[in-house]
């Protein structure tokens, strides 16, 4: 190969291979929460396809422009082991969702807690929606960002009442409600206290004197969008903390983030359910894609040193939301 030839394909292989890293793994040049690498990485499904995609692409054309044969060829592969590497990411996080048998047809443990979180899109699935998750999968907490206060309390009645009911609304807009309910077997809680950066109605309710409740905080972080990435970066860091920091806590809810971004990177001591039961790559937004092109970006964190994860599932779209709901199964650990 000449020293041009040579020069060719130097300057085709190293951007690729940079851009290929800000793509797949963004985290290895702390880009994983910019703007930008922090959603192509989200999507970790669809950038797998479109990088096979790719690969055949560049092959094709490597074979009809001869002159530029070799510098293709290395682009191609370049983009081919960046597409394993990022599907062998996707394999390891766990590609399967427990089946949740139906609360009516399943025994469950001693001191077993159901959590339910469903981001239910401005009030899109509506209470008797809500209510029959909640009743067909016998869940005892239920996080419900984007839900008006009234269809939380009604869903609460519909699933026959026997709830703590919780809601927190920092604006006039319904983006910013959350709903919570408890259910009155876990004990009595006590006013909720909100994120103290504002966030979009994540806040935290903990037993009162006296109760032995695991402390709850429904999430709803802000969106990454480019005039909130730092918000967003807070919200989350906000919420991972409050399991760290809280003795047998339990944090559900919508993240909009997923394992790649650096808030939960590393949730020790707390366990993400998902993870812990191999369902982790599974997408749970939007919920009109397959599972494998969307984002899991709706979790359940549990403080490892008090709950075992029994099982996590993403359940099918209700409703009119853009979120499948997530259920987690955790039982007191030992």
Same mark, same amino acid.
């Given at each position: 190969?000449t #020293?041009?030839g040579?020069a060719? &394909?130097a300057g085709s $292989?190293?951007? @690729?291979?940079?851009? !290929?890293v *800000?793509? %797949?793994?963004?985290q290895g ?7 930008? #690498?922090?959603?192509?990485?989200? &999507?970790?499904g669809? $950038?797998v396809v @479109?990088g096979?995609? !790719?690969? *055949?692409? %560049?092959?094709?054309l490597?074979?009809l422009i001869?002159r530029?044969?070799w #510098?293709?060829a290395?682009v ?8 394993v ?9 766990g590609?399967?969702?427990d ?5 009516a047809?399943?025994?469950s443990g001693?001191?077993?807690?159901r959590?339910?979180a469903?981001?239910?899109?401005y009030?899109?699935?509506g209470p008797?929606v809500?209510?029959d ?6 869940a ?7 839900t008006s206060a ?6 609460a009645?519909?699933a026959?009442?026997a ?11 319904i ?6 309910l408890?259910a009155s077997?876990?004990?009595?809680y006590g ?8 966030g979009?109605?994540s806040?935290?309710?903990?037993p009162v ?8 905080t429904?999430?709803?972080a802000?969106p ?5 990435m730092?918000?967003w970066?807070d919200?989350?860091?906000w919420a ?9 806590a339990?944090v ?9 971004h650096?808030?939960?990177?590393s949730?020790?001591?707390c366990?993400?359910?998902a993870?812990e ?5 599974v997408?749970t937004?939007p919920a ?8 899991p970006?709706?979790h359940?964190?549990a403080?490892a040193r008090a709950?075992?994860?029994v099982?996590?599932?993403v359940?099918g779209a ?9 259920l987690a199964?955790?039982?007191p650990?030992?």
């Amino acid at each position: 190969m000449t #020293p041009r030839g040579w020069a060719w &394909l130097a300057g085709s $292989t190293v951007p @690729a291979a940079l851009l !290929a890293v *800000v793509v %797949v793994w963004p985290q290895g040049l702390g880009l994983a929460g910019v703007y930008g #690498p922090a959603q192509l990485v989200a &999507l970790r499904g669809l $950038t797998v396809v @479109a990088g096979g995609c !790719a690969v *055949v692409g %560049v092959a094709v054309l490597a074979l009809l422009i001869r002159r530029a044969r070799w #510098p293709l060829a290395a682009v191609a592969g370049v983009v081919a082991v960046a597409t394993v590497f990022s599907a062998g990411v996707l394999w390891s996080r766990g590609v399967w969702t427990d089946r949740v048998e139906p609360a009516a047809s399943s025994a469950s443990g001693e001191g077993e807690v159901r959590v339910l979180a469903f981001n239910t899109l401005y009030d899109g699935a509506g209470p008797s929606v809500v209510a029959d998750l909640v009743t067909a999968y016998g869940a005892d907490v239920v996080v419900l960002p984007e839900t008006s206060a009234a269809t939380t309390s009604r869903a609460a009645e519909l699933a026959g009442g026997a709830f703590q009911v919780f809601h927190h609304q920092v604006d006039a807009g319904i983006t910013s409600a959350t709903g919570l309910l408890v259910a009155s077997s876990l004990g009595t809680y006590g006013e909720p206290q909100p994120d103290p950066s504002g966030g979009l109605g994540s806040f935290t309710v903990r037993p009162v004197a006296g109760g032995d409740g695991p402390p709850i905080t429904a999430v709803h972080a802000w969106p990454p969008t480019g005039d909130a990435m730092a918000r967003w970066r807070d919200d989350t860091v906000w919420a991972v903390r409050r399991c760290k920091g809280g003795e047998g806590a339990i944090v559900a809810g919508d993240f909009n983030a997923t394992l790649d971004h650096p808030a939960l990177r590393s949730p020790e001591p707390c366990a993400d359910a998902a993870a812990e039961r191999d369902a982790a790559a599974v997408g749970t937004w939007p919920a009109g894609w397959p599972w494998w092109a969307g984002a899991p970006i709706d979790h359940v964190l549990a403080d490892a040193r008090a709950w075992e994860v029994v099982s996590f599932s993403v359940l099918g779209a209700a409703g009119g939301s853009d979120h499948r709901p997530v259920l987690a199964v955790l039982r007191p650990a030992g």
